[in-house]
């Protein structure tokens, strides 16, 4: 076995994927219960807190904690999935985009105000376009997957071996990469927000926004690795296609409001259409 295939495997070795779960089940039970202390501790004026709490006004808000280190996981399942199938890979992208905007609503709940009228409210409204994104989103995803379907298993050859631990590398070097930014983007909240109290970045896409600016640049380093062992018209399209998808997506972290809904929802949909088109063009290709 080549040294590529047994890092890999080691790496992501299921033994490795539960004691990393396990891990972030227990991160994401403590940040659950440490968020909802301090929650009633700021609510009963036993601590007073300098800086933004936003975070600290409704014991809901306090999901946003587990969800965090569960899309880190994500994260590293994404990773995983990059030598086994664009395609998933890309499903998964989908996923973690559907748990980010879950997670944004636990976070804007809390700032709605029932008292005024809901078309009145900016928050109402933001809610709103939310709940209806992560519905319109899920069945995307669903489609998505539909049309997927499941992975037919294929002789490897030579070729395509080669091509497969390439995109082991990619994800080998993609998990030191991984975990320095969920160590960077935690310095630089609590650095921003409890030390200086001057973060002005948007926190619910924190780590995100340079997570898929990464992934835009190893989806298009796949694509110009895989122009030496294909030629398929339609599988460089789908490539590109699934590329400016996540584009797409990253995009959406730049602006706020209808605009991010309507970018992200365009994403998965562009992406589905990609999928679908592709598949009828294989399949009449196998006809000819």
């Keep these: 076995m080549n040294n590529v295939d047994k890092v890999f495997d080691y790496l992501f070795s299921e033994i490795i994927q539960k004691k990393f779960e396990k891990f972030i089940l227990f991160l994401a039970t403590a940040g659950f219960i440490i968020h909802l202390l301090l929650i009633y501790l700021n609510k009963y004026e036993v601590i007073n807190f300098t800086f933004n709490n936003s975070l600290l006004l409704n014991p809901i808000s306090a ?39 879950i997670r944004k609503i636990f976070k804007d709940i809390p700032l709605v105000n029932l008292d005024t009228n809901i078309l ?12 209806l994104g992560i519905i319109i989103i899920f069945f995307l995803i669903y489609l998505f ?38 160590f960077y983007s935690f310095y630089f909240w609590f650095n921003g927000v409890v030390l200086s109290n001057s973060f002005n970045e948007d926190l619910n896409y924190l780590f995100f926004i340079d997570f898929f600016t990464i992934l835009i640049l190893v989806d298009v380093f796949i694509l110009l690795i895989s122009f030496r062992y294909t030629e398929r018209y339609s599988q460089l399209i789908r490539n590109t296609g699934f590329i400016i998808s996540t584009i797409l997506l990253r995009l959406s972290f730049g602006v706020s409001g209808l605009k991010s ?17 592709y598949k009828k063009m294989e399949k009449v290709r196998y006809l000819d």
């Design 261 to 277: 809904i309507i970018l992200l929802i365009s994403g998965v949909l562009f992406g589905l259409l990609i999928l679908m088109i």
């Design 145 to 182: 997957k539909k049309n997927a379907g499941v992975n037919k298993k294929k002789t490897i050859g030579k070729r395509l071996k080669k091509f497969i631990r390439q995109k082991k590398i990619i994800s080998i070097l993609l998990v030191p990469t991984l975990v320095f930014l969920v």
């Design 120 to 131: 009145s409210d900016a928050y109402s409204i933001q809610l709103i376009y939310d709940l």
């Design 63 to 101: 999901l946003y904690t587990p969800f965090s280190f569960i899309l880190v996981y994500e994260a590293f399942l994404l990773i995983y999935f990059i030598p086994n199938s664009f395609t998933v890979s890309v499903v998964k992208g989908y996923e973690i985009i559907s748990l980010i905007l």
